[in-house]
């Protein structure tokens, strides 16, 4: 996934730090990347929800657009979402953890969500993603946010 960007203009402002979400327009620039959550392009919505999830802004319209998009058709998305929401409100996003955790694939913000978490209730969830495979930095991911969990017992 190199070079794996936006086609969204405003979004690709902020990855390059041309624009700011912060200062006199940072109201409007956060009103933006909540209506790209919502966009037609899955990298649109996902480089949206990510940067979102990043800012250290807890206001009840940033919960509401990260927990739409935890619910998103994209894996990405949702994982993106849930990093976010563990950041806000642990018992909000616990279950959405849970729930994705029990798929066939993770993305990796969701091993760094379980990390934060660190809840003994994730455990078998991770333990299928906690043996080796041929991606040794998702196993890596997998195994720290087993052992977070696993510390909790």
């Known amino acids: 996934m190199d ?7 405003f979004l690709q402002s902020l990855i390059d730090d041309d624009a700011a979400l912060t200062g006199d327009e940072a109201e409007a620039s956060i ?12 990298s649109n919505r996902d480089w949206a929800t990510l940067l979102l999830a ?9 919960r509401a657009a990260l927990l739409e998009a ?15 929401l563990v950041q806000r409100d642990r018992t909000i996003a616990l279950p959405l953890l ?4 029990s798929m066939d694939r993770a993305a990796v913000p969701l091993f760094e969500a379980a990390v934060l978490v660190a809840d003994q209730s994730l455990v078998e969830n991770l333990l299928d993603f906690a043996t080796e495979s041929e991606d040794a930095f998702m196993d890596k991911l997998a195994g720290e946010a087993l052992k977070a969990c696993e510390a909790q017992r």
Do not use: C, H, W
């Open 70 to 84: 935890a619910d998103d058709k994209n894996e990405f998305v949702r994982a993106e979402a849930i990093r976010g």
């Open 31 to 42: 009103s933006q990347l909540m209506a790209l959550m919502r966009d037609d392009d899955a």
């Open 3 to 9: 070079n794996y960007v936006p086609p969204s203009p």
């Open 98 to 101: 849970k729930r994705e955790l």
């Open 54 to 62: 990043q800012l250290d802004i807890d206001t009840a319209d940033v």
